[in-house]
């Protein structure tokens, strides 16, 4: 058995992929391209080998691989595929942006579009989509802010309103 196609081929491979990471990122073909080519090389090895050059091929490619990804860690280039910026969000905005939302809570409003059961309500000049209960309420109709979770307000018809709850706001 020939032991310089596997080994080709890996190395092959191993270039393909460094190609894709320094000369064309992010267009995925030379990559994939040189991770097939490894696969190919190690069955190759398997099926014309037999099973001790087939494992010798898996865990020199194996090693081949983790040698070319500590290389681009330690090059820098590693850095191109993870996201480095913070996602994290300044406690004192999430403070304020809670204490925005919260201003509308037991607000009375006029709802702008059908609620079906989501739609846009109009509350002191601001338009604001909410939520209903379930229930569908038509557009002109008066509502009331009578709940809020992260990402939406709920609300209910002002008329089946307690008149303890609609003295608020």
Partial sequence: M??????????????????????????????????????????YAFSEGGLAFGALALVGSVAAVAGVSWFLYATGAWDRFVLSTSLRRDPGTVEREREDRKKFLGQSGVAVTPLRPTGVVEIDGERVEVSTEGEFIAAGSRVRVVAMDRRRYFVRLADNMPENMLSRG
């Fill in 2 to 43: 020939d032991l310089l196609l596997p080994i080709a081929l890996i190395v092959v491979g191993l270039a393909l992929i460094l190609i894709e990471v320094y000369l064309v990122p992010g267009f995925n073909i030379f990559g994939v391209l040189g991770a097939l080519t490894i696969v190919f090389a190690v069955g």
